[in-house]
């Protein structure tokens, strides 16, 4: 049989499994469960018409699902995927909040707690715990909070707390080993004793041997004189050999490598084994201690029962523990096989119980046993807290012959390999090929040793989240997927050729890759940062997704970048053949670009000619997308001036997506370079990448000057602060009237605007407003200018004959637009007659689909229009008699009324912000007290029913923009900045 179904753990599912979730059999209070989330999330609930509350008693709480949206879970998913700088803030946040659910404030106290414990920082992890404590209904309400709690309390000598813990998991979880091992270790911790003491040991063991008992397993004793550590165990008694000649025969596999310390206990506790027929391979990696006279020591030392034998086998260099296990398993005669770690200790009936449970089933192909983690001195825990201390042990796969001759051998890697062949025999024989012997019940005990590949570096247990374990098992498991037969996943001792990419990290042997997956390639280029990318794309952050499969699937398509060092839309406008198919523009690269010498950002020649002796100044602009808007246009005039008082213009962009907008740059520019940076954030740090790269640019093009158009940006300045380079901030925003602002800033205003002032030399302010708020030392005003050449008046073309009067809001379509404010105002005349229709110019979103849904239900007034987005200003203002500007926030200029009253109509505005530096009241339009739309209605009233007066107003409001907007004001004023560029200049030096 072959069974195609993927096996592989998933990181980063949208749906947790069960574990992530926690069995959460505890009764949810009807004001935690959340109906309609419940419903939108699990849809075959939906589907079905059953009542979710009901649905989720009866059947969702044991099949893992959540009553109500847990952000913590998110949240927490990311913090072990290179997202704590970010995630943990969060999680502190949540866990605190009062107007938060218990399932997601215990959770979020799980989630720290955890991080705190992998950290060692306890005295914290113990704090956040402390929500257990008076929990009704905690969550997760498995037994890992009290496991660690016990843990954290030892460790803090908080003996009162680890009590009650111990005390908590006697109530709700007696039977499990993990109480009978948090007893072991409270005894000993708590008893402040002798960790020596031979009556304590006695103890020690007593309550670990009655769970042995309870399993009808034989007891253990320690050593001579109370002596009682990992190295010491023993059965307590003369066990019966189980199996005759006849019975399978069992090889075990010991790769040993500088283990001298170690190994005789693994050889001692393999010698006590009661099943009959044992070979014991031990293949000695070249140590370079004394791990090989240990061998040969045991061997002439050990007097072996019948049907044991131990053979000892030697590599004369190093090549890693799988390439060790292969050698032993080309020797190897037993009916099955399995592999023992050089520094583990085993039960003596662990080999008789796998073995005994694959002659009662046939059917299967191998089992494995559970087992527990411990130091020397029999403290038990796990690396990372879990629900249990006590799991599944992937190295004590024990399989029939037949899968050797199927799967042949271990990848030859230093990390994860047992893994690797635990999924590849699931992917062969199927889901249900293996069985678990005794889960619960640790069979093994692992030494925790700080100095495994699984304890430090690269190749530490965490990286499995994030780093090279990651890595492999997403490569693996792709190697499985595609795999159309058994004999595609067969795999020789030392093969020629591998048949899947993994880090140099855990392989070094150069070999070539056969069928070489483009996935594999891009991930492990080094050109995706997890970090980065989280960092860079909030709307991520509470989505439960693998990061990588994101961008490969999702983000690549949507113009997202991998990392600060390739620029995805970048390389696309460089190379568009890269953009056809289905593979990413990083693929194209690694594949393609980077063998032709390729760069991977995009560095596109200007049309503007370099001017010796004339200011070198680096304009960054932000993210600009498939629409502009005020801001990328204000940019474009920013750059003719530029140009015009002679300056030499190097222009960074975040992204190419749209080919226009970079091509009306380089008309402007000597060149334009298209790197990946992103928007500052509290807690988010500058990319050391990225901060290079500016340094590097600063430097190769001379750059006197650094130019940011917007205050979101931080490491252009931070590069220009480091090299002495004078720097301005071009200021759009108002931050103590933008809320939406300061929240994805992650900050509050007076952060913001105290952060301008460290960063910026000169603030280029777009309004006095915006002067004002920020209160700068040295700034100077800039606004946005029109060009009256490219604004025909519109008056004539007003409303005549039967065609009614149309009043237009040009934005984003974005609600802190005053979208509601619009739907409204269509609402009020329609209830008046009066004879005018409201347009809705802008690009299509959710916001307006939903409301061309209400619109259909006959929810709102049927006069509102949609027409869509409107590439050019002139082209939307031909659609308007009259402009509304509605915004929910204080507009620090607003580059759409000013059009408008180039194009001579009307405006009606909100009076905040610096709409009354554009907009004189009765004379080019009216101003309204914010959120008064009966006002702004009687003001749009009036205007639809007086054409002169219409007409009156877009005359005044045209020769005001022709006063106070042209193109010269912002030469002026540019002008006055860069003269303070020069004497900042002078103070640098």
Same mark, same amino acid.
């Given at each position: ?71 913590? &879970? ?12 970010? +995630? ?92 009978? &091992? ?336 483009? +996935? ?319 347009? &809705?110019?802008?690009?299509? *979103? ?54 408008? +009253? ?65 193109? *010269? ?18 103070? &640098?030096?």
């Amino acid at each position: 049989m072959f069974c195609i179904k993927n096996l592989w753990p998933r990181h980063g599912r949208k749906r947790p499994n069960a574990y992530a979730l926690g069995r959460d059999d505890t009764p949810v209070a009807a004001d935690q469960f959340d109906s309609q989330w419940y419903l939108q999330t699990y849809p075959d609930v939906a589907a079905a018409g059953v009542d979710p509350w009901v649905h989720y008693i009866n059947h969702g709480r044991s099949e893992g699902r959540l009553p109500s949206r847990n952000r913590a &879970l998110a949240w927490e998913h990311h913090l072990w995927r290179g997202g704590d700088k970010l +995630m943990m803030p969060r999680l502190v946040h949540l866990a605190e909040a009062l107007e938060a659910s218990d399932h997601e404030r215990h959770y979020a106290a799980w989630a720290i707690a955890r991080w705190y414990a992998v950290n060692k920082n306890w005295p914290k992890a113990l704090n956040y715990l402390q929500q257990f404590q008076s929990a009704l209904h905690p969550y997760p309400a498995h037994a890992g909070p009290y496991l660690l709690t016990l843990e954290a309390a030892l460790q803090c000598g908080h003996l009162d707390v680890a009590q009650w813990a111990m005390n908590i998991l006697t109530q709700r979880f007696a039977g499990q080993a993990d109480v009978v &091992l948090a007893e072991a270790n409270l005894l000993v911790l708590g008893m402040g004793g002798d960790k020596q003491d031979g009556e304590l040991n006695r103890r020690r063991l007593d309550i670990i041997n009655r769970f042995f008992a309870r399993h009808r397993l034989c007891t253990l004793v320690g050593g001579d004189f109370g002596v009682l550590n990992l190295d010491s165990l023993r059965s307590a008694e003369q066990l019966a050999i189980k199996g005759d000649n006849s019975a399978p025969k069992v090889s075990v596999i010991i790769p040993a490598y500088n283990a001298e310390l170690t190994l005789a206990t693994a050889l001692r506790s393999l010698c006590e084994q009661t099943w009959r027929n044992l070979e014991i391979l031990v293949v000695d990696d070249a140590s370079k201690d004394t791990t090989r006279q240990v061998m040969e020591d045991f061997e002439r030392n050990t007097r072996l029962r019948p049907g044991l034998e131990i053979r000892l086998l030697h590599h004369e260099r190093n090549q890693g523990a799988y390439a060790a296990r292969n050698t032993a398993l080309a020797q190897a005669g037993g009916d099955l096989i399995t592999t023992h770690d050089s520094d583990d200790w085993s039960h003596p009936q662990k080999i008789e119980c796998q073995v005994k449970a694959l002659l009662r089933m046939p059917d299967k192909v191998g089992c494995t046993s559970h087992w527990v983690r411990t130091t020397d001195g029999l403290h038990f825990s796990h690396w990372r807290p879990e629900e249990s201390w006590v799991y599944r042990n992937v190295s004590s796969l024990m399989f029939h012959r037949s899968v050797v001759e199927t799967l042949g051998f271990w990848d030859r890697v230093s990390v994860n390999a047992d893994t690797e062949y635990y999924y590849r025999l699931l992917k062969v024989f199927g889901e249900d090929a293996l069985e678990e012997v005794l889960p619960g019940v640790p069979l093994s005990f692992g030494r925790i040793d700080n100095n495994s590949l699984s304890q430090r570096g690269e190749t530490h247990l965490d990286t499995r989240f994030y780093g090279v374990r990651k890595d492999y098992e997403d490569a693996a498991r792709r190697w499985h997927a595609r795999a159309e037969s058994p004999g595609d996943l067969y795999l020789p001792a030392n093969p020629s050729s591998r048949p899947f990419l993994v880090p140099e990290a855990i392989c070094c042997e150069g070999k070539l890759v056969s069928g070489l997956n483009p +996935m594999d390639l891009a991930q492990q280029s080094g050109y995706f940062d997890a970090t980065w990318y989280l960092e860079q794309y909030p709307d991520l952050h509470e989505e439960l997704v693998d990061l990588f499969e994101h961008y490969w699937t999702v983000g690549f398509t949507e113009g997202r970048d991998p990392g600060p060092g390739f620029s995805t839309s970048g390389y696309g406008y460089r190379f568009p053949e890269a953009r056809v198919g289905n593979l990413s523009t990083l693929h194209h690269y690694l594949a393609v670009g980077r063998t032709q010498g390729v760069e991977p950002l995009a560095e596109i020649t200007g049309r503007q000619a370099y001017r010796p002796g004339a200011l070198n100044m680096l304009v960054c602009a932000h993210q600009a997308g498939e629409y502009l808007y005020g801001a990328e246009r204000s940019l474009l005039d920013v750059l003719s001036s530029l140009n015009k008082l002679g300056v030499n213009l190097v222009v960074a962009l975040p992204s190419a997506i749209n080919t226009d907008y970079v091509e009306a740059i380089r008309s402007k520019a000597r060149a334009v370079i298209v790197l990946p940076y992103g928007w500052w954030r509290d807690g988010r740090a500058p990319s050391s990448v990225t901060l290079a790269q500016f340094k590097h640019l600063i430097e190769r093009f001379s750059i006197r000057a650094v130019y940011t158009n917007t205050l979101v940006l931080d490491e252009p300045l931070l590069a220009a602060r480091a090299l002495n380079v004078p720097t301005l901030i071009h200021v759009r925003e108002l931050p103590y009237r933008d809320v939406a602002l300061c929240r994805v800033l992650g900050t509050d205003a007076g952060s913001i605007t105290a952060r301008v002032r460290e960063l910026a030399d000169i603030v280029v302010a777009s309004s006095k407003a915006v002067e004002r708020e920020i209160g700068a030392r040295s700034s100077v005003i800039v606004p946005n200018i029109i060009d009256l050449t490219r604004y025909r008046p519109l008056c004539d073309q007003d409303a005549a004959g039967d065609r009614l009067v149309r009043i237009a809001l040009i934005s984003s379509n974005l609600p802190k637009k005053g979208l509601a404010d619009f739907v409204e105002l269509a609402q009020r005349l329609e209830q008046h007659a009066i004879p005018a229709v409201c347009v &809705l110019v802008g690009p299509e *979103n959710e916001h307006t689909r939903d409301l061309q849904i209400r619109q259909k239900s006959g929810e709102i007034a049927k006069c509102l229009q949609f027409a869509g987005y409107a590439a050019d200003p002139q082209e939307a203002l031909t659609l308007a008699d009259i402009v509304v500007n509605l915004s929910h926030f204080q507009e620090s200029f607003g580059r759409t009324v000013l059009e408008a +009253m180039a194009t001579a109509r009307p405006v009606v505005a909100y009076h905040w912000g610096a709409l009354p530096e554009l907009i004189e009241d009765g004379n080019t339009g009216f101003l309204v007290p914010f959120g008064r739309v009966d006002v702004v209605a009687q003001r749009v009233i009036e205007l639809v029913l007086n054409k002169e007066l219409r007409q009156r107003l877009g005359r005044a409001g045209r020769r005001r923009a022709a006063e106070n907007f042209s193109g *010269n004001t912002m030469l002026d004023q540019l002008g006055i900045a860069l003269s303070m560029v020069t004497e900042n200049a002078h103070s &640098l030096q």
